[in-house]
């Protein structure tokens, strides 16, 4: 954006540990955009089915081709957000730029299509899903660089996104307790989720003036990124560290939303009892943000990476109780496996983020730029196509096993499918993902050399 004043800067103790106001602040922006992303992973393709009358395959391609689509946004809005020069920074007027969009799209996902034919209603919710979408990736990329340029240190950064991840887990608490019976409040049907939607929309927009208001730039990172784009894109595929945690963290995504997007069948279809959905996935949420702080403390205490392998073996564990359940089991059971698995979870969502601004560290040792938003473009691009595909995948697969929209009634075959999707699948993904983790090899002590090399290298320039 050519020449500007210098961008507003870091405070005098911002080499130090952040404030907890200052964490709880950043940490709501990842509130609204996982309120989002939770309630597209939760209930959309259930809408879509139920509610807005697509067929499953057409449902569960709408994320796909919206996500597709934004997908590919996301490197280039981070390399847009690297390169922008204001006084007001690099990263931070996006959030402003994108609050207000932000929330109508979001509202008008949930609205009806005024049309009747399959392929205009798919059209009409593909729209805009895909805008909001795209508009989320002109927050949530921006904001995800700021992290590693506001917390520094190995532990301060596990500190910062276990704020950021609690933040996250209350949107999808939120939201889990709320679009249900919101819609059904307001009279259910179209009209309900109508109305619901545009009131979490407001919700969803607010705090991005308050993140605008308290994060801050450093100076010393506002070193214009210099290589091409492609070019760019091409050494962070070379960098291998970087490989190895994209590899694990798109089958852990993967993972995420297919369980998120079953859910809700697997208690509806399967159990029969679509009514323990919310407590028990209010029970896991409360669980995950309960163990936060003990695994917090455990990464002052070890490598990342040994708590994401250990966290992703405990919820195998879980996913495969969960595939073997039946309707015949007590219904405090399910209340205890949701909870149980969410502690597995915490540790298996959180870890990917921390190691994120350490490899980021190890690219600036090598090329000499800061290019936190390349690289969190590329790990959300990731994030939203690794969850598409799972998604479609379920759509695809409910649809070929002959799931019939409103029956009470499924057939044995499309039972299974809603099983093994919410169940066996996940499992499968986590435990790639788990001896994938095997091969990442920037621990606490790496890390610490790389630190010392870059302020040698700062203090001599």
């Avoid at 204001?86 to 008008?108: I, K, M, N, S």
């Avoid at 159990?271 to 002052?300: K, N, Q, T």
């Avoid at 190691?355 to 939203?384: C, H, P, Q």
Wanted: hydrophobic content about 50%.
């Amino acid at each position: 954006m050519g020449e500007a004043p210098p961008p507003v800067t870091a405070p005098a103790n911002a080499s130090r540990t952040l404030s907890t106001a200052q964490k709880l602040v950043y940490a709501s922006g990842d509130h609204t955009v996982n309120l989002s992303l939770s309630a597209l992973a939760l209930f959309y393709l259930f809408f879509l089915t139920e509610v807005a009358g697509l067929r499953p395959a057409l449902a569960g391609a709408v994320p796909l081709v919206g996500r597709v689509v934004d997908a590919c946004f996301d490197p280039v809005m981070g390399r847009i957000s690297d390169q922008t020069r204001t006084r007001w920074g690099r990263r931070r007027p996006y959030f402003l730029l994108g609050a207000l969009p932000f929330g109508l799209t979001f509202a008008w996902m949930w609205s009806e299509a005024p049309f009747d034919s399959q392929g205009a209603i798919f059209a009409w919710h593909a729209s805009a899903y895909l805008l909001h979408c795209l508009v989320m990736s002109v927050l949530s990329v921006p904001y995800l660089a700021l992290l590693p340029e506001m917390a520094r240190g190995y532990d301060e950064r596990t500190s910062l996104n276990t704020f950021r991840s609690a933040a996250a887990v209350v949107g999808t608490l939120v939201v889990a307790g709320s679009l249900r019976p919101l819609a059904e409040s307001f009279g259910g049907g179209p009209g309900g989720f109508a109305k619901a939607g545009a009131l979490l929309a407001v919700w969803v927009t607010l705090p991005w003036f308050f993140v605008y208001r308290v994060t801050f730039e450093r100076n010393d990172f506002q070193r214009p990124a210099e290589a091409p784009f492609f070019q760019a894109v091409y050494s962070l595929w070379r960098h291998s560290t970087y490989r190895v945690l994209c590899a694990l963290f798109l089958c852990a995504r993967a993972a995420v939303d297919i369980v998120g997007a079953m859910f809700l069948y697997f208690f509806a279809s399967w159990l029969r009892r679509p009514d323990d959905f919310e407590p028990a996935l209010l029970g896991m949420l409360v669980c995950v943000v309960a163990s936060l702080p003990f695994w917090l403390r455990a990464a002052s205490r070890t490598d990342k990476r040994t708590l994401f392998v250990f966290g992703c073996v405990w919820w195998i564990a879980i996913q495969c109780v969960l595939f073997l359940a039946t309707p015949e089991w007590p219904r405090w059971t399910m209340f205890a496996i949701a909870a149980v698995a969410g502690i597995g979870y915490a540790v298996a969502d959180l870890m990917p983020w921390s190691m994120l601004g350490d490899v980021i560290d190890e690219d600036e040792l090598a090329s000499g730029e800061r290019r936190e938003g390349l690289y969190n473009g590329l790990f959300t691009f990731l994030r939203k196509l690794g969850g598409a595909a799972g998604v479609f995948l379920a759509g695809v697969v409910l649809d070929l096993a002959g799931f019939v929209k409103g029956t009470a009634e499924q057939s044995p075959t499309a039972l299974l499918a809603v099983r093994g999707l919410t169940g066996a699948v996940p499992a499968l993904l986590l435990a790639i993902a788990a001896l994938i983790a095997l091969r990442y090899s920037l621990g606490r002590a790496r890390h610490v050399e790389i630190r010392a090399a870059l302020e040698a290298r700062a203090r001599r320039a």
